[in-house]
Every structure is written in structure tokens, then in C-alpha cells.
């Protein structure tokens, strides 16, 4: 059924025999949720190889025997669960469970081939799997205990390791205070026996020893695949189709097909041909075949390395170390070297490597052999050059590099690993014996043209100079003359990039420098050498070694011994998620005569439609119908999903562009274009203040959107029941009875009571799966419900991402008035927020950053006024957080700025403006921030802040290139809907005669634990196990008019409502119990019964008091606060803009939680999510308001990379004060803006780098903090040696909105 695509021939192909398991989460493998693993059996040297790929872009015809292993294949539920899926799921590394496969499958294939892997092998299995939720760190976790030598706390102790250690007064006070510092118990885990394992299947080896080899060709409707399996039969294919792609790992051929549209009626794919597969080093150089996968030549070019001596293997370390961080591992095992070469991509890690390096092609086709150089030409396919069709690239050969032959690569993406470079880089350079003198250079960059571009010129001209800081001038002035880009270039960045093509070639400067000083010592040789404090620029940013601790308290005593409230208890689903038995919704199986729907989206940000044709996409065999705006408005399309999606592409639509064009901020200002009048907060007398305080600052920052990137894209199934115009929706939504009532229902003109929405768990939401899924919902109940059939609908990533909308970008101004001791006593703010075409949540996005946009500061006199604008863009939504990430940023970026100001320390000035003991926010509710307080204290003590802070201060004086930054911030998260009936919740809860229970309630199980919450608020009130109660899943049938789950309440509220049913059963039971005490459920239940007294309850719980007026500014909209603060370390490299997060310790007033795994596993997620919108997660639009971010190649979230090489989260002692559920908190969202102690961070260092440079005035800088920001504010001689475009004498290739 689902993505049999034609044109990828992909396989999840698979997906009609129900292995559902293998999950679809981008289909160009970006994500890595559909990791399967593939094993193959070599006749000649008679071994079974096993390697991880992406389901998503292995070709089937490719798997000729071959032996897929999906999830499905290595444990589950019904058989026997394998130590890797116990240990994901034990080690709380799940939550919406989405990516749970891919990363089972990574971690699988691995133990196949390395049964004891090192941390670092299993972290670079990693690296091509995506989770959105976790944070990753209790992934790691849980892959720790298949390492050899794994590095508990107390072998790092013994080894001197330095503060990732729990301390011994830490571990002394564990044992008095009944501190937990672990989640799971690894005792209790299956081992891990290799001789268990699946055995590949016989028949395929006697098939590969005794199977003549012969072409295999499979013929489809419209194309052909031939897999020649002798070279012979290869020539001889691509002599008669010399147009055919030879496919090998498809990771260039399938995206291309996929995304771009590309067709190819004949595909020949090469299978185990010898000439292909084979490495050959000889004394001169090494030869690789073109066939070998990248995961190959890096363990090749290991061996290669291992076995001759240094100075012959400067290109082959050159090339392993951008093999490294190519992509991701899947990825790895599934390109070709050959692939690699001939597509010539722009970005290609490895073809500027090899054009530097005098490489030769071998081609061959059946009019004979060829060699063509590696160079310039070859690249940008100059025909005398290039292959020619009917040829076949061999093998590549590179040479030994030579005693005075020095080889560099650099690279700089957004992220560190499996991310497309920026700009990448190689350089060569030969010198004649014993001397500096330049004999031979070479310099080529990718990333600044359309292919892999070559600075010849500059090099000629270099020729014959020594290697000195006068050449490197020159150098740098020559090549940024020749290799030039347009300030339109495609990619944008333009300025970073220039200022790339210089900084990688200082650095390749001093690294031969370095290199020859070491060579020419003892000689009469000397060579001028910068200080010391220049080689910093040397090293690269790794992340080390990953660790963490994690600190909360026991439960009481005093409970029972059964009663789960306080303890870590897995997800409830986390097996299945690690078994891929758990059902989302597109794993829901085919209804008869389903129909797929697609959309036809909008090319133009603002136009009026003048006529659509719909004939051509009408012609397609199989679509069965277009609704257009005559039924509804819009239009979709109606057929399975491959020709839906073709007749999607062809319904042709004319528009006439609309003016003005509003995109940004600054333009919806200019227009006036806002939804409603402005929102207003205002609190003391901020204009009098203004007039007595000692200095006053102005400033702004803008902060970028963020994609919800939920990891299962936006999914319904609508089913009409064929009866009474019942119509069933299945849905990943947060809202249940939005899609019921005000879509669906109100859509098709039925009463509700005639449409069920039912949602069994969702794949991630972080509040994208509201409104838009609504409207996405009533479509598709539309089109079901006028055909009488299934309809499915299904977004691509690129689609979901295209038309959802996700996190307002933000333009804050501030004016602040304070105290040379860094009191502010007024402030004066602006918001306005990008709100997109409609409404959606906007304004209570504004609303929500207005009520939290003081954070954990008392502001005397504030006035704060914000704005949500009205433009061209799809509307942007909930996003985590909703307004709090955005409006903090801003009041923290100003306390910044004044303490820079004073000259004071930024968490000296924070101390000094935070809420002290009971207090007043500024819209009147009172606040206790004892706890605030406590949290700042503990994190400044956890986090040894004021020695690091000197430890920072004293690397940055001895490096001149690298910069440490250290920032700690406090976190006041309010916690409440702002109104009673928003917080309204119900339960329902049954007890059976057998004795167990089933409980429902109005929450979305989205990854965040919430039916975990509920089956432990069950167990408690019932005091009955776990394991005797049970819950399906969230249906309008069963609670009615639930309320959205977000806004971190969704345990609190609905706890509340299963804790109400249960006490009404308890006590509808009490004189039964009390009856028979030493009774068993099942003799209470049927004593009930007997009795006639009902099993069955509503629980109810109304909601949290609280009002809030913005006509007299003054309310109680929260119930309570969560406090907190976060203490990180980054360490930056200010020629490249890399940054490293070196620690980060966060500390969390929880309340007394229910589940601290749950709880946690919260606040990391949301922590690394935030570390992802402040740094990293970066969306581009064109200047005509195109989305070019559409997917994970484009749109970089955080991956394993990314995490802090140290993590410690530690929970404040449990606090009794709410009246909320068993006085817990709710964690959702407040861990986000935690993530920006990581930009603060990165401010720190890129100020210590301007301080150094004599830039004193003050430092602008705007959200995500990205490579390219932070190495534009490193100014240096680089920054103002490149060439800058007059702004308006270009258009750009973005526009920051
Ligand atoms: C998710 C993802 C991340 C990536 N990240 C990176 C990255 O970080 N850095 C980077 O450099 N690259 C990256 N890439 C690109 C990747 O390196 C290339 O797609 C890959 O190397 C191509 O190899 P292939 O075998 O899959 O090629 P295929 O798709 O199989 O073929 C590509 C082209 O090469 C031709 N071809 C293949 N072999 C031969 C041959 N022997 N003779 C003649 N023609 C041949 C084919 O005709 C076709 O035109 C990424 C790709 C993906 C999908
Ligand atoms: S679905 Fe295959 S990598 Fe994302
Ligand atoms: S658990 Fe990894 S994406 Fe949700």
C-alpha cells in the first residue's frame, strides 16, 4: 500500500506484507527511522556481511539475495524481545517512539558485526538516526551497557576522570537522603548472546554458491532495471542503454527521482562485480574500486593508514576524516565511492580531496579502456573530460603522498556530522627537499559553485614562493579573487562562505607550517612562526566522550510498597516502540477501496487564483476524483498515494501576484498588516523610572522560526461507516474534539455525535498537530465522505514541513533603564511576532510571551506591548514553549546587554533583578521564588560555576582561534491555560469482573508519558499493580469534549479526572473491600456486581482557577510555577564558526514527581530542542517566500552530535506546596528556553574573541546562533579582507523573515 513509488522503487515496498515496524519519517535518508538491516553472503571468500541502510532509498530490485532484517525480524512481544529493544525501552530512551526502530535497527546491525562495540563506534551508528524527543542522552545510556569497557561513574573516578563524576559527597549524601542517581537497574537486563541471533538464511547462501550468475532484468509499466552481475554484462548494458544511471547506493539517484521529478525509464544496477569491489595498494599508490561503499574505503583507508608510514598517507588521513562525519552511517554503507565521484555534487566532501590529490579514473566500456585525471575539468563535466555515456568509472587511483607533500581537508556544515558542508575544502601542497619553497599546489572548495571548484590560477601564481605569512596574503587575496561568488549565490551565506574560502586556507597554512617546523629542525632552515596561541586554529571541535549524572529523590517511605507514584517506570509503550508494535497511525491497515489524498499547494505567497486545469492530472489512470474550491476550498486529489501525488503535480494553476508582498517583520510594521490591536502589559511607572535611573540602552534581536519536525508527519485515516453517516477519523492530533466538532463535523454538516475521533498514540507533536491538522482532517473527511470510501492522507516531510506552519519568528526591542550596580528599574519592550497568513494561535502565542516575558526577574516599572503581524506565509502555530522561548530570549538578551554595560558579569546582573522570596509578577499574581532561588544556588554550586568561569578565562587568554563561553540562566516557567474551562478534564474508568481495569481519558499519548501518568494515578488510587490495568488509547466515544492536550497540564489536568473516577469506585467499593480485605480484585468486582453496584465511573476534574484581564492588565491565569536554571560551556573555533557543547547542568523544581524517567527524560528533550532552536534549526525562504528548508537535508535538528559531552540534571528535593496532582509539576515545555544558556554561552565566547580583537562597542546577536553568525561576529584580518556586496545591488538568496 504505502510508497510503493514508482520512480524510488523503494523498500518500503515492504510495507504490504505488514511489517509495519519500519518506519517513514522523510524518505531521503535524512532521518534514519527506516534503518533495516542488510545482509549479504559472499561466495568467494565465503562470509556474510551485515550493514544498516535506509529503507527509504534502497531500491528492491537492488536486494537480489540479499536478506532484509526489519524490526520485526529481531524480537517482539508475541516471541522474545532482544537485549537491544529491552534496553532502549528500560533505559527510558523512548518516548513518541517514532525513531525507536531506526535506532533498534542501528544499534543491532552494529552488535552483529562488533558485539562489543566502543561508545564511539555505537555514538557513529548514530549519527544517521534522528530523535526529536529524548535528547538522545538516555539512548546513549542505554547503548553504554553493550560497551566493552564501559565508564561508570566509579571506573572514571578510579581513572581521575574529571567532574562528570558524581562526587563522594554526592554519593555519601545519596545514601542519607535517599537520592536516586539512576533511572533503570542494568541487572535486571537480558545479556547479550551473539549465538542467538538470526542466522542468515540458508537458501540464499546455496542460491549464491550454486546460481550461475546472470543478468537479472525486472520490468515494471514504465521502466526497466537490469542488474548485470559480470563486468562484461555491465559494458555491454550501458553500451545499449548508454543513458541509463548505473546505480549503486541510489543515495544520489533516489532523492534526485524523488524530489526532483527525475525519471529514468532504464536503471542498471551492478551486482557483486569483482572489478568493482577491490582495493589495491601498491608502492605508489592505492587503487580503489569504483563499487566499494564509502564504509569500505573508510575501513580501508584505516588499514592503509595502519600499515605505511606517516608521511605516504597524508591524503588517505585526509579523506578519512571527512568520511567520519559524511553523512550519517546508514548513508555510508550504502553509497559508492564511484557514486560519489560521478555525481559531482556541489557539496561533496570528498571529490575536492581527490582533485587536489593527482587522481586518476579508470573507465572502461566495450570500446576499451580510458584513464581521465580527477581535475577541474572532470568536475565541471567538460566533455573532453568527462565519461563518456557508454562508459563505466573502474576504479579511482590515488597517490602516495611524498616526503614534502602536505594534505589537508576542512569542512564547516550547520552541524557537525551528516550535514551537507557549507563549504568544504582540500589543499596540497609539495615542496622541494628540506626547503619551503612551494613546487606544487593545489586548492579546490565545494560549497561556491556548482560543482567542486579549483583556485588553478592562484595556485600557478604561488608557485616558487616560501611558504610565509606574505604568501599566505597572497594567497588569500588571490583565491578570493578567482573563486568568486555572486552575492545572489544560490545557498545564501554568501559573506560566511567567502570568509570560509580564507579561513580554511589559513588554517592548512599552519598546519604545513607546523609540520615543516617539526621537519626542518636540526637544519639551518628558519622558518618565522606565529605564537603559540595561534596554533589554536588547529585543532577541530570533537564532542569527546559522553557522560552524564542524574540526581532526584527517593519516594517516601511511607507509601506502599506497590505504589508506583515517584518511581521510574518505563513507558508504557516503550517495548512496543522498541519492537515496532506499536501502531501509528499510517501502520493502520488498508479499509477496502481506500483512496489516498494529496494537495496541491500553492506556489505564490500571495496571489489570486485565476483558473485551474485540472484535465491532465484528471487523464492519470487511477485518480478518481479532484475536489477543488468549488466543493471546498483548495484543491486535493483523490487516487492511490502514487498517483495522487502525480496528479497533484499536474493540475495546473494560474495566478496573478498580489501586492504589497509582506514576508518579514520590518515589512508588517511598514504595511500596519497586524491581526489585532497590539497586547498590552504594563506595571509600575516605567516612564518616571526612566527619568532616574543612571544609563539608559536600546536595542533588539530578531529570533527565527523552528519546525515542529515531529518525527511521524501529519496522518489521518477517515473511514465512513456506511451506516446513519457515522464517519470515524483516525488522527494523529493533540485535539481529538477540534477535528470531531469544529471540522469534521461542522465540514460535513453532521451532528457530532456522527463522527469519532480516535487517536491511539502520535509520533511527536510539540503543538503542530492542531489546527492545521484540522483543517488537513476536514478536507480528507470531505473527500470520504462525498466518495463513501477510506481516505487516507499521509504528508510527506517536505509537504508537512511546506504547509504547517511551526514556531513564530520574533522581532524583540527593548528599552531598558538601570543602575551602574545593574538594577534595571524600567523596561520598556516590543514583540511582534511572524504570524503568517491567518490567525491560527497566534495572538495567544503574543498573549503567553507577554504573561512570561519577565522570567525569573522582578521588573519594577515594565511595560511591555506586543504585536501579532499579519503576512504572506503559511500561519505559524503552537510550538513548544508557545511565546516563552521567544519573549525570555529577549529579556535575557537585554540583562545581557546591561551588564556588559556596567561591566559586570551577566549572572551577577541576573542575580541582582531576580525575584527574591514572595513577590508580585507583573500582572499581580504573587509568587513564592524560594525555589528559583534554590535552583540558581544549587546550579551555580553543581556546575563549580565561578572556577570554570576562571578555568574559561584562562583558555581564552592562552588561544588566540578557539574561545570558551560559560552562561547560566534562571528559569520562571508559569504553568496554567489562563482559563477554568481550557483546564476541564474527564475520565472514565472501568473495572471488569475478571478484576481488571481499563481507563480512558481526554489526553494524547504523544511521547510524553501522559498514560504511563494515568495508569500509575490508577494503580495508586486502587492500589492495585500495574500490570492489572490497562489503556487503549484517547477517543471521543469514550470522553467527550477533551480538551487539547498541551501546555505542559495535560498529566495534571487529566490525573486529576482518572483520580476522581477511582476514588468514586473506592468508595462505591469501600464496604466490599472492607467485607472481604483478603480479597483479590476479581472477588470484589463480581461481589459487586452481585450487589449491583456499578464497575464503571466519570471522573471529572474542572480545572485550576484563573482569570486574567488584559483590559486592567491584572490576573491569576497560572496555577503554579516551574523553576529552574542551566549552567552550559561551548567551546568555539572562530575561524569556522564550529561550536562544541562541552556541559551543560541543569537543575529543576519538579514538585514531587510522578514518574522522574518521564520527568527527566521531559526536561532533556525539551532542553536539546531548545539548544536546536537557538543554534542550529535555521529555515530559509527565497525573497519571494518559498520554503527552501524542507526536509532533514536542508533543516538540521539536533543529532547525537550535537548533545553536551557532559550532561547533569539534577531535581530539587520534592515540595509539597501545589495543590496540584500529588503535588507534581508539568514538565512539558519549560526545558526549552533552558536551551538558550547554550547561546549565552556562544555569546560569551564570540565576546571574548571580539575583547581579544579590540571590538568593544556592543554585540549584536540574533536567533539561531549558527556557524555562519558566529564566525561573521569573530571579526578578523579574514572577515575584512573578502569582498562585500553593496546591499540592493543584488537580490539575495533569502530573506530572514
Ligand atoms: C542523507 C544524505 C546525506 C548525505 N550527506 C553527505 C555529506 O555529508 N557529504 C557528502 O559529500 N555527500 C553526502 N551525501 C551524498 C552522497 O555522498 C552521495 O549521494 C553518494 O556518495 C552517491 O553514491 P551512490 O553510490 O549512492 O550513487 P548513485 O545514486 O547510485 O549514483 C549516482 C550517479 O553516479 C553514477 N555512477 C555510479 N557509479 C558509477 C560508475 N561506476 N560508473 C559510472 N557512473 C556511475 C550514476 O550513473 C549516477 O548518475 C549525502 C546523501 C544523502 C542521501
Ligand atoms: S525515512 Fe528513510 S531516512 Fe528518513
Ligand atoms: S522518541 Fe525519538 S522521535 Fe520521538
Redesign the pocket.
Known amino acids: 500500500r504505502k510508497r510503493i513509488l514508482e520512480n524510488t522503487l523503494s523498500l518500503t515496498m515492504l510495507f504490504p506484507v505488514r511489517l509495519t515496524g519500519t518506519k517513514y519519517g522523510c524518505g531521503?535518508?535524512?532521518c534514519g527511522a527506516c534503518t533495516v538491516m542488510i545482509s549479504r553472503y559472499n561466495p568467494t571468500i565465503k562470509r556474510i556481511s551485515h550493514h544498516a541502510a535506509?529503507a527509504c532509498?534502497i531500491p528492491i530490485c537492488s536486494l537480489y539475495g540479499a536478506a532484509v532484517t526489519t524490526i520485526e525480524g529481531i524480537g517482539s512481544t508475541k516471541t522474545r524481545i532482544h537485549p537491544v529493544q529491552e534496553r532502549i525501552a528500560k533505559c527510558h530512551g523512548t518516548q513518541c517512539g517514532f525513531c525507536t526502530p531506526g535506532m533498534v535497527m542501528s544499534i543491532y546491525t552494529l552488535l552483529r558485526n562488533h558485539p562489543e562495540p566502543s561508545l564511539e563506534q555505537l555514538t557513529d551508528a548514530l549519527g544517521?538516526n534522528l530523535c526529536r524527543c529524548t535528547g538522545y542522552r538516555p539512548i546513549i545510556d542505554a547503548c553504554k551497557t553493550f560497551c566493552k569497557r564501559r565508564s561508570t561513574s566509579r571506573e572514571s573516578r578510579g581513572r581521575g576522570r574529571s567532574s562528570c563524576l558524581m562526587t563522594p559527597v554526592t554519593l555519601s549524601l545519596s545514601l542519607l537522603f535517599k537520592i536516586s542517581l539512576k533511572l533503570f537497574s542494568e541487572e535486571e537486563f537480558l545479556p547479550l548472546d551473539p549465538t542467538q541471533e538470526l542466522i542468515f538464511p540458508p537458501e540464499l547462501m546455496i542460491m549464491a554458491e550454486k546460481q550461475p550468475q546472470r543478468t537479472r532484468i525486472f520490468g515494471g509499466d514504465r521502466m526497466t532495471w537490469i542488474s548485470p552481475t559480470t563486468l562484461t554484462a555491465l559494458l555491454e548494458a550501458?553500451f545499449k542503454y548508454p543513458q541509463?544511471?548505473?546505480?549503486?547506493?541510489?543515495?544520489?539517484?533516489?532523492?534526485?527521482m524523488k524530489l526532483k521529478g527525475v525519471f529514468h525509464p532504464v536503471i542498471?544496477?551492478?551486482d557483486g562485480i569483482e572489478e568493482?569491489n577491490f582495493a589495491n595498494c601498491s608502492h605508489n599508490e592505492l587503487t580503489l574500486g569504483?563499487?566499494l561503499?564509502?564504509t569500505q574505503v573508510k575501513y580501508i583507508l584505516g588499514e592503509v593508514i595502519q600499515n605505511l608510514p606517516e608521511e605516504k598517507t597524508r591524503m588517505y588521513r585526509a579523506l578519512l576524516k571527512?568520511l567520519r562525519?559524511?553523512?550519517?552511517s546508514?548513508?555510508?554503507n550504502?553509497?559508492?565511492?564511484?557514486?560519489?565521484?560521478?555525481?559531482r555534487?556541489l557539496?561533496?566532501?570528498?571529490?575536492p580531496l581527490l582533485a587536489v590529490g593527482n587522481c586518476t579514473l579508470n573507465?572502461l566500456s566495450k570500446k576499451g579502456k580510458r584513464q581521465v585525471p580527477l581535475n577541474e575539468e572532470f568536475l565541471r563535466r567538460c566533455p573532453s573530460a568527462d565519461?563518456k555515456p557508454e562508459?563505466?568509472?573502474?576504479s579511482v587511483k590515488i597517490p602516495h603522498s611524498r616526503k614534502w607533500e602536505f594534505v589537508s581537508g576542512f569542512?564547516q556544515?550547520q552541524r557537525q556530522?551528516?550535514?551537507?558542508?557549507v563549504v568544504?575544502s582540500g589543499m596540497r601542497v609539495f615542496f622541494g627537499e628540506g626547503g619551503d619553497i612551494i613546487r606544487e599546489l593545489s586548492i579546490s572548495y565545494?560549497g561556491v559553485g556548482p560543482t567542486t571548484v579549483c583556485a588553478k590560477n592562484s595556485c600557478r601564481k604561488l608557485i616558487g614562493r616560501p611558504w610565509n605569512e606574505e604568501m599566505l596574503d597572497v594567497a588569500c587575496r588571490l583565491v578570493l579573487d578567482e573563486v568568486t561568488l555572486p552575492g545572489s549565490a544560490p545557498g545564501g551565506r554568501v559573506e560566511f562562505k567567502r570568509t570560509l574560502i580564507v579561513s580554511f586556507l589559513f588554517k592548512f597554512y599552519l598546519e604545513v607550517l607546523q609540520i615543516l617546523k617539526r621537519m626542518v629542525n636540526g637544519t639551518d632552515h628558519v622558518l618565522a612562526f606565529p605564537e603559540q596561541r595561534a596554533l589554536s586554529a588547529l585543532e577541530d571541535l570533537h564532542s569527546g566522550h559522553h557522560c552524564s549524572t542524574l540526581k532526584y529523590e527517593n519516594v517516601d517511605s511511607k507509601n506502599l510498597p506497590q505504589d508506583p507514584i515517584g518511581q521510574p517506570i518505563m513507558h508504557l509503550s516503550g517495548i512496543k516502540h522498541a519492537t515496532g508494535e506499536a501502531i501509528y497511525c499510517d501502520d493502520m491497515p488498508t479499509v477496502d477501496r481506500e483512496l489516498f489524498l494529496s494537495f496541491v499547494t500553492s506556489s505564490r505567497a500571495h496571489a489570486k487564483i485565476v483558473s485551474i486545469d485540472l484535465s491532465e492530472a484528471l487523464s492519470l489512470p487511477g485518480v478518481v476524483d479532484i475536489v477543488t474550491e468549488e466543493h471546498l476550498r483548495g484543491n486535493r486529489s483523490l487516487s492511490s498515494e502514487v498517483q495522487a501525488k502525480q496528479a497533484a503535480k499536474r493540475v495546473k494553476v494560474v495566478y496573478q501576484d498580489l501586492q504589497p508582498l509582506i514576508l518579514t517583520i520590518e515589512e508588517a510594521i511598514q504595511h500596519n498588516s497586524f491581526f489585532e490591536p497590539e497586547r498590552k502589559l504594563e506595571y509600575g511607572n516605567v516612564d518616571e523610572a526612566f527619568k532616574v535611573v543612571d544609563h539608559i540602552l536600546e536595542g533588539e534581536i530578531h529570533i527565527g522560526g523552528q519546525e515542529h519536525f515531529y518525527m511521524e508527519t501529519q496522518s489521518m485515516l477517515v473511514v465512513p461507516k456506511g451506516e446513519d453517516q457515522e464517519i470515524d477519523v483516525y488522527v494523529s492530533t493533540q485535539f481529538p474534539k477540534y477535528i470531531q466538532v469544529t471540522w469534521v463535523a461542522s465540514t460535513l454538516k453532521l451532528p457530532a455525535n456522527k463522527v469519532m475521533c480516535h487517536v491511539k498514540r502520535v509520533g511527536g507533536a510539540f503543538g503542530g498537530k492542531t489546527y492545521k491538522t484540522g483543517i488537513m482532517a476536514a478536507i480528507t473527511a470531505f473527500a470520504a465522505n462525498k466518495h463513501g470510501r477510506a481516505v487516507r492522507c499521509i504528508l510527506e516531510r517536505g509537504e508537512d514541513m511546506l504547509i504547517t506552519g511551526g514556531r513564530h519568528p520574533y522581532l524583540g526591542k527593548y528599552k531598558a533603564g538601570f543602575m551602574n550596580d545593574g538594577r534595571i528599574l524600567a523596561l520598556d519592550m516590543q514583540h511582534y511576532s511572524n504570524g503568517g497568513a491567518s490567525l491560527d494561535e497566534s495572538l495567544l502565542v503574543i498573549e503567553m510571551g507577554l504573561l512570561k516575558m519577565e522570567n525569573a526577574y522582578k521588573f519594577p516599572n515594565l511595560r511591555c506591548r506586543a504585536w501579532a503581524c499579519r503576512t504572506n506565509f503559511p500561519s505559524n502555530t503552537a510550538l513548544r514553549g508557545f511565546g516563552f522561548p521567544q519573549a525570555g530570549l529577549i529579556t535575557e538578551s537585554c540583562i545581557t546587554e546591561v551588564a556588559a554595560r556596567c561591566g559586570l558579569a551577566p549572572e551577577k546582573v541576573r542575580m541582582i533583578n531576580m525575584y527574591k522570596e514572595i513577590d508580585q509578577t507583573p500582572y499581580k499574581q504573587e509568587i513564592n521564588a524560594k525555589n528559583l532561588i534554590q535552583c540558581w544556588k544549587e546550579c551555580m554550586d553543581m556546575s563549580s560555576y565561578s572556577l570554570r568561569k576562571a578555568a574559561v578565562e584562562k583558555f581564552n587568554s592562552e588561544n588566540y582561534w578557539k574561545k570558551k563561553g560559560l552562561a547560566v540562566v534562571p528559569l520562571k516557567f508559569p504553568v496554567g491555560l489562563g482559563s477554568v474551562a481550557a483546564g476541564q478534564a474527564a475520565a472514565l474508568v472501568h473495572i471488569y469482573l475478571d478484576g481488571s481495569v481499563l481507563v480512558t481519558h481526554g489526553g494524547i499519548e504523544m511521547g510524553q508519558g501522559v498514560h504511563t501518568k494515568m495508569i500509575q494515578v490508577v494503580s495508586r488510587e486502587l492500589r492495585m499493580p500495574i500490570s492489572n490495568i490497562h489503556l487503549r488509547g484517547t477517543s471521543t466515544e469514550t470522553v467527550p469534549n477533551t480538551n487539547i492536550s498541551g501546555g505542559s497540564v495535560v498529566a495534571d489536568l487529566n490525573g486529576l479526572a482518572v483520580k476522581d473516577a477511582c476514588q468514586t469506585l473506592l468508595k462505591r467499593l469501600e464496604p466490599i473491600i472492607s467485607k472481604n480485605p483478603q480479597g483479590t480484585w476479581k472477588d470484589w468486582a463480581q461481589a459487586a456486581f452481585d450487589e449491583s453496584i456499578s464497575l464503571s465511573a466519570t471522573g471529572y476534574f474542572r480545572g485550576y482557577e484563573s482569570n486574567m484581564s488584559w483590559e486592567t492588565g491584572e490576573g491569576h491565569p497560572f496555577e503554579y510555577f516551574v523553576y529552574g536554571a542551566a549552567c552550559s560551556e561551548v567551546e568555539i573555533d572562530c575561524l569556522t564558526g564550529a561550536h562544541k557543547n562541552i556541559r551543560t547542568d541543569v537543575v529543576m523544581d519538579v514538585g514531587c514527581s510522578i514518574n522522574p524517567a518521564l520527568d527527566i527524560g521531559q526536561i532533556e528533550g525539551a532542553f536539546i530542542q531548545g539548544m536546536g532552536l537557538y543554534t542550529i534549526e535555521e529555515l530559509h525562504y527565497s525573497p519571494q517566500g518559498v520554503l527552501y528548508t524542507r526536509g532533514?537535508?536542508q533543516y538540521k535538528i539536533p543529532a547525537i552530535c550535537d548533545i553536551p559531552t557532559e550532561l547533569h540534571i539534577s531535581l530539587l528535593p520534592p515540595s509539597q506546596s501545589s495543590n496540584t496532582l500529588y503535588s507534581s509539576k508539568g514538565l512539558g515545555e519549560s526545558g526549552i528556553f533552558l536551551g538558550c544558556s547554550m547561546f549565552f554561552a556562544i555569546h560569551d565566547a564570540v565576546n571574548a574573541a571580539r575583547q581579544e580583537r579590540g571590538l568593544f562597542g556592543p554585540l549584536k546577536l540574533n536567533s539561531p546562533l549558527t556557524p555562519e553568525k558566529i564566525r561573521m561576529a569573530c571579526e578578523d584580518k579574514f572577515t575584512k579582507m573578502i569582498p562585500k556586496d553593496k546591499p540592493g545591488s543584488y537580490v539575495p538568496w533569502n530573506v530572514p523573515i
Open positions: 531521503t535518508g535524512g535506509n532509498l544517521g550501458k541509463a544511471p548505473v546505480v549503486m547506493g541510489n543515495t544520489s539517484v533516489g532523492p534526485e542498471i544496477s551492478p568493482l569504483a563499487g561503499s564509502l571527512h562525519t559524511l553523512a550519517g546508514q548513508i555510508r550504502m553509497a559508492s565511492l564511484g557514486g560519489h565521484i560521478v555525481s555534487h557539496d561533496s566532501d570528498l571529490n573507465l565519461l562508459e563505466i568509472l573502474i569542512r556544515a556530522q551528516n550535514a551537507l558542508a568544504n565545494g532533514p537535508n
